[in-house]
């Protein structure tokens, strides 16, 4: 299933008629022409621009930054390298703490939520849209002993953007229009005498894409370095 564009999308910016069951290319040979497009598109800017096409990260190794709170205890935070994240579920994400002795799975077995207004008296709250987690009273049980090989925390997420940008749809659509240009055997795009060939429209919707992402500062991710964020003030790094 497409998500970043769709067929007609494709047609209307080529200027041919819509697709359909009987035309060459198909509707479904469009289509899988925008699925290896998304893919692409994925692949460059290191991220997922549609809910249905979340990626999931398996055991993202994390260590906590001990933070400053009014309580006798320090609050911990964990920075995921994906974001904005969707709702964490118990049973298909997985929140593993190290608390002196093992591995906690806090989804599962602790209180949490995601909303700023209901953190009170939870043992951990999250901020979707920019991937940190916070855990409540962290530092007193994590200094009973150091975590295997310093690594505090076990993340299991999902991460997507829920509704796709433009630019994000304009790429796709130049990335699918550049492959459907280049296959001679669909015969798609009749060549004229004043016009580019199909090579050539191929490869400009093809830079076309690439200027996008570029323009658009899209291409890779960088993590946010930790900060006081909201009045806790960051005391350092904890194995």
Known sequence: MVAYCTANQIAAFLQVADFSGSTTPTTADVESFIEMAEERVDQLTDHAWSTSRAKTVTEERGRIQRVMSNSVNDRGRIQLKHYPI???????????????????????????????????????????????????????????????????????????????????????????????????????????????????????????????????RRLGRSMPTARAIGGFGARGVLP
Do not use: C
């Open 86 to 216: 969707l709702d964490m579920d118990s049973g298909t994400d997985k929140l593993h703490i190290w608390d002196g002795g093992e591995y906690v799975e806090y989804i599962a077995n602790k209180t949490g939520d995601d909303t700023i207004t209901t953190v009170t008296g939870k043992d951990y709250w999250i901020d979707k849209e920019r991937g940190t987690i916070y855990l409540n009273s962290y530092n007193q049980f994590n200094l009973l002993s150091d975590a295997p090989s310093g690594v505090t925390a076990y993340v299991t997420y999902r991460y997507a953007t829920a509704s796709t940008p433009d630019d994000i749809k304009q790429a796709t659509i130049y990335f699918a229009a550049s492959m459907l240009a280049m296959n001679d055997d669909l015969n798609l795009m009749q060549e004229g005498d004043d016009s580019m060939d199909n090579a050539t429209k191929s490869q400009r919707y093809e830079e076309m894409a690439m200027k996008i992402l570029k323009d658009n």
